[in-house]
């Protein structure tokens, strides 16, 4: 897990491999700088460690319109601004796997679904009660129940975020936001991917804030 602090007030930089010296900072708008000490030996601990760097950052860019959301932009309390991918980085880490080493080094990246957070609860914005989410032909469809508390006019205004990715294929996900609003009640999000999906689902107010997300392999 990359580890995150502070540098100047200015980006956030992480270490995504200490002993290798590999660092991802993110600035202020968002832009994601791999970095690396050029004065090591190239060894295959060192490629590895590159390659992991490759995909973390193509992850990120993948899925940044829904870090936008799904994590608070700022905290107004803190000291410096910090960006909703950084704090990405902070909550996820990646698992690699060597799959070929035949003729130069090739690698295969997944992400560890079960541990990823793509939204967490910031701000007064409820998860729906009774969600369901079920894998049809062609679509995945997500119900969930009614809100029903006093300030319902404003809550059904609140936008849902599912995003859907294929087992194996972490930059080839699904993602739909704000296709549909809490007041639905439902809604549906085709698919092509054949096979086993990983789903998260979550509700949010941008630039206010998201609920806790929902996940569901399917």
Not at 27 to 44: V, Y
Not at 49 to 67: D, E, I
Not at 94 to 100: A, D, E, L, Q
Not at 154 to 173: A, F, Q, S, T, Y
Request: proline residues 4%; hydrophobic residues 35%.
């Amino acid at each position: 897990m990359a580890k995150i602090f502070h540098e100047f007030g200015f980006k956030i930089r992480g270490c995504i491999d200490k002993q290798e010296r590999i660092f991802a900072s993110v600035t202020r708008n968002g832009n994601i700088l791999i970095n690396r000490n050029n004065t090591l030996k190239d060894t295959p601990a060192r490629r590895l460690s590159k390659a992991r760097g490759k995909f973390l950052g193509a992850f990120m860019r993948y899925y940044k319109p829904v870090t936008k959301v799904g994590f608070p932009k700022t905290d107004p309390t803190a000291e410096n601004v910090v960006s909703a991918i950084a704090q990405f980085m902070k909550y996820n880490a990646t698992k690699g796997v060597i799959t070929n080493n035949s003729n130069g080094d090739q690698y295969k990246f997944d992400v560890a679904t079960d541990k990823l957070t793509l939204a967490r609860a910031h701000g007064d914005v409820p998860m729906a009660e009774g969600l369901t989410l079920n894998k049809e032909t062609g679509k995945v469809v997500v119900t969930w129940g009614a809100y029903s508390g006093a300030d319902s006019s404003e809550r059904n205004k609140e936008k849902v975020g599912v995003v859907l990715i294929p087992d194996g294929k972490p930059l080839e996900g699904v993602v739909s936001l704000g296709v549909a609003k809490r007041g639905d009640n439902r809604v549906e999000v085709p698919i092509t991917a054949q096979g086993t999906l990983h789903a998260y689902v979550f509700f949010y107010v941008e630039k206010v804030g998201s609920s806790e997300q929902f996940f569901k392999t399917v």
